[in-house]
């Protein structure tokens, strides 16, 4: 699975990419979950021309069912699928999802999301200034969760 980065993304993280610290991906990682909880979706044109990195780095191998279950369910209630109709549920994950693979998504989930994080990434770029070291990072990050006027709902 190949992970791009919105347009903007480096620009705005540049001055807290450290690792081993805080990875690109850890970035993007947060973008991703702002752009699921939203059920937003990003354009092609947000996305950098380039893949950043190839694949789940170590830390979030184990994830991968989890971020392919977000994925599908976000999918689902951005298309206004009811949990009844199984039908559609199925469509949706053969869709999405390939057991087979490392990430556990396919090309389709793959773009998608990648989407979901480019959109997370204007999402999070409206509510914080860039960041300049980690600590603000995460500290401005917790306050976009419980910000009562944040357009994601959160």
Request: glycine content about 8%.
């Amino acid at each position: 699975m190949s992970f791009v980065l919105h347009q903007s993304g480096r620009t705005f993280f540049r001055g807290i990419i450290a690792p081993p610290k805080f990875l690109m991906f850890d970035a993007y990682y947060c973008c991703l979950m702002a752009g699921l909880y939203a059920r937003t979706i990003g354009s092609l044109q947000d996305l950098e021309p380039d893949v950043f990195v190839n694949g789940y780095p170590d830390d979030f191998k184990r994830q991968s069912d989890i971020i392919a279950g977000l994925l599908v369910d976000a999918e689902l209630d951005r298309k206004g699928i009811q949990p009844e109709d199984r039908a559609s549920i199925e469509r949706e994950m053969v869709k999405l999802v390939d057991p087979t693979s490392p990430t556990r998504l396919n090309g389709e989930g793959n773009k998608l999301l990648n989407l979901y994080a480019a959109a997370g990434f204007a999402l999070i770029q409206d509510k914080m200034m860039p960041p300049t070291t980690i600590e603000d990072f995460l500290i401005a990050y917790h306050r976009y969760w419980h910000d009562p006027t944040n357009s994601s709902g959160a």
